[in-house]
């Protein structure tokens, strides 16, 4: 199939941007690197009457530091999550987990506010910002608001986004001395999506975790916290009847969807499993 027929606009700034969807109504959508989008328009399960091109747009791009956060800009690619200093240094959970996505061509496009506004539950980057406690910054016309990721994704593929809204930035706490991540999924091949897919950062004081925040993906419609899992670690020393507790935990924490492929009981098996592999991992780097 191909896409309906529409207008095409190029923004040059946050402000043209939002006008030009203003003066769409709702009919109108975002492009920046058109990996989920533009599948979309072809199937028709998109089809919007304005295109708005958001990638000629320089406050979107970059990477700085601003104070004790990181501010990543929505129009950074996925690529660049694997080259970029700042990131490497500061935010290594997002290092550490882009070389699962999707395959090089895709990252080459694709945008970390794609991926964040479109909140798939089965991608890698929604599920970090989680784990991170990133604050989600929007621009939309009552001027700018940011969002704690904890509250922004909503339901399957809904957000805190109002129709008119632009995902600005993503700023991310600065990583501390003392902190440790971990990230890995399980799936059938390297770029399909995971059958499940965990990423955590916790601060540690050599075996003990003071505190630690445990994101899931795969596992339900929405990127997921592992609260119960994440109470039964913290305070304590990381042994082996620890973590045990936190993978008994995971029955309180993950709803995963039931699937011709892939049953439910499965898929809580696997993250028990790969929780296990993470929490040794931490362990292991004390």
């Given at each position: 199939m191909k896409a309906r027929a529409f207008s095409y606009v190029r923004a040059r700034t946050v402000d043209?941007?939002?006008?030009?969807?203003?003066?769409a109504g709702d009919n109108a959508r975002f492009i920046?690197?058109?990996?989920s989008l533009v599948p979309a328009l072809a199937l028709r399960l998109q089809a919007p009457k304005i295109l708005i091109d958001i990638n000629h747009i320089a406050e979107l791009r970059g990477v700085r530091r601003e104070g004790e956060w990181l501010r990543?800009?929505?129009?950074?690619?996925?690529?660049?999550?694997?080259?970029?200093p700042l990131i490497a240094q500061f935010a290594p959970l997002l290092r550490a987990a882009a070389p699962h996505v999707a395959h090089p061509a895709i990252r080459n496009r694709g945008t970390l506010g794609g991926s964040?506004?479109?909140?798939?539950?089965?991608s890698e980057f929604p599920a970090m910002v989680l784990a991170l406690d990133a604050d989600i910054e929007i621009a939309g016309p009552a001027g700018r608001r940011?969002?704690?990721?904890?509250?922004?994704?909503?339901?399957?593929?809904?957000?805190?986004?109002?129709?008119?809204?632009?995902l600005v930035a993503v700023h991310v706490p600065l990583f501390e001395p003392g902190q440790r991540v971990a990230f890995d999924e399980l799936a059938r091949r390297r770029g399909d999506y995971a059958l499940v897919g965990c990423g955590m950062i916790a601060s540690c004081t050599d075996d003990l975790i003071e505190g630690i925040r445990i994101a899931f993906?795969?596992?339900?419609d929405v990127p997921t916290r592992a609260r119960r899992a994440e109470q039964a670690i913290a305070g304590s020393r990381l042994d082996a009847e620890r973590i045990a507790a936190?993978?008994?935990?995971?029955?309180?924490d993950l709803t995963p969807p039931d699937s011709d492929d892939v049953p439910p009981a499965m898929r809580l098996h696997l993250a028990r499993v790969l929780l296990g592999r993470l929490l040794g991992r931490l362990g292991e780097t004390a």
């Open positions: 043209e941007a939002l006008t030009a969807y203003a003066g920046a690197g058109g990996q990543i800009g929505a129009l950074t690619r996925h690529r660049e999550m694997l080259s970029e964040v506004a479109q909140a798939d539950p089965a940011r969002v704690r990721a904890d509250d922004f994704f909503t339901g399957l593929f809904e957000t805190a986004l109002a129709p008119g809204e632009l993906f795969s596992v339900g936190a993978q008994a935990a995971l029955v309180d």
